[in-house]
Nanobody, 115 residues
């Protein structure tokens, strides 16, 4: 029913910025919170941040002050603005929407930060 797809990943140098997008088929963003997760090579998937239905955000300590989550409900899109990127930010980034009936995940987009 609902499909999520991330985009915007790429390869950048430390200190540069990227903006990721997560687009959903179906209109679900108006009532559900949405999460960003990431998974680095050889590590478990970790929480990055969340935005609630009213726009309230929360972030992992590792990205606070550098990453910003926003949402555009009419476009069924969530964004992750990443500034001051570090090599340790290298990971596959996933969006996640936990509804009351199903826990939706995208397929991920690769972010590589290296000099």
């Amino acid at each position: 029913q609902v499909q999520l797809r991330e985009s915007g990943g790429g390869s950048v140098q430390p200190g540069e910025s990227l903006t990721l997008s997560c687009v959903a088929s179906g209109r679900i963003f108006s009532i559900y919170a949405m999460n960003w997760y990431r998974q680095s090579p050889g590590k478990q998937r970790e929480f990055v941040g969340v935005i609630s239905s009213d726009g309230t955000t929360n972030y992992a300590d590792s990205v606070k002050g550098r990453f910003t989550i926003s949402r555009d409900n009419p476009k069924n899109t969530m964004y992750l603005q990443m500034n001051s990127l570090k090599p340790e930010d290298t990971a596959v980034y996933y969006c996640n929407v936990p509804t009351t009936s199903f826990n939706y995940w995208g397929q991920g987009t690769q972010v590589t930060v290296s000099s």
